[in-house]
T-cell receptor, first 111, second 113 residues
Framework: DQQVKQNSPSLSVQEGRISILNCDYT??????FLWYKKYPAEGPTFLIS?????DKNEDGRFTVFLNKSAKHLSLHIVPSQPGDSAVYFC??????????FGQGTTLQVKP | KAGVTQTPRYLIKTRGQQVTLSCSPI?????VSWYQQTPGQGLQFLFE???????NKGNFPGRFSGRQFSNSRSEMNVSTLELGDSALYLC????????????FGPGTRLTVL
């Protein structure tokens, strides 16, 4: 039972344009959502998070949007840079429960 | 401040063997979680330890076990290895249970032949 889903395995974007990575979830009890970035041969690194009481959180070029009614969150990267090329995972948790991750989306930013 | 370290980085085993992986969390972090990453499956949660006690557990068979020591270092063990256990095993540490930001180590790449 995949409670967190990233339906796009890959995304290719031109440098300077916007990258939009999507994530859907099924459990309405999730109260915290996170995005992680992973480069090859490294562990995931925390990028940005959002609480379920908010619908937007911004940190520099990264913005996460949460649509609770649609059980959908997205990560916007503006402008995209070649160094952003990595695998992006969304994750969700309820209270102090375990973090549940999506399958990941590979982002390629072309110069 | 040193990051999360995992040893060994690479491991090759054969079916039926057992394996022990080690994780040293960031100094001061008391919670350690383990994940299995396989292509197409993302990161699957194995278990979380805090103060030497397992606090959360994922949906893995009993062949997967773990423990945490008084210095917060953690080990996970997989017995009777199967081909499907080939994966990247990631350890993450955080200050406390339920702390949202987890810091990951580089992982141990396990190959079962």
């Amino acid at each position: 039972d995949q409670q967190v889903k990233q339906n796009s395995p890959s995304l290719s974007v031109q440098e300077g344009r916007i990258s939009i990575l999507n994530c859907d979830y099924t459990n309405s009890m999730f109260d915290y959502f996170l995005w992680y970035k992973k480069y090859p041969a490294e562990g995931p690194t925390f990028l940005i998070s959002i609480s379920s009481i908010k619908d937007k959180n911004e940190d520099g070029r990264f913005t996460v949007f949460l649509n609770k009614s649609a059980k959908h969150l997205s990560l916007h990267i503006v402008p995209s840079q070649p160094g952003d090329s990595a695998v992006y995972f969304c994750a969700a948790r309820r209270n102090t429960g375990k973090l549940i991750f999506g399958q990941g989306t590979t982002l390629q930013v072309k110069p | 401040k040193a990051g999360v370290t995992q040893t060994p980085r690479y491991l090759i085993k054969t079916r039926g063997q057992q394996v022990t992986l080690s994780c040293s969390p960031i100094s001061g972090h008391r919670s350690v979680s383990w994940y299995q990453q396989t292509p197409g499956q993302g990161l699957q949660f194995l278990f979380e330890y805090f103060s030497e006690t397992q606090r959360n557990k994922g949906n893995f068979p009993g062949r997967f076990s773990g423990r945490q020591f008084s210095n917060s270092r953690s080990e996970m063990n997989v017995s009777t290895l199967e081909l499907g256990d080939s994966a990247l095993y990631l350890c993450a540490s955080s200050l406390d249970v339920g702390t949202n930001e987890q810091f990951f180590g580089p992982g141990t790449r396990l190959t079962v032949l």
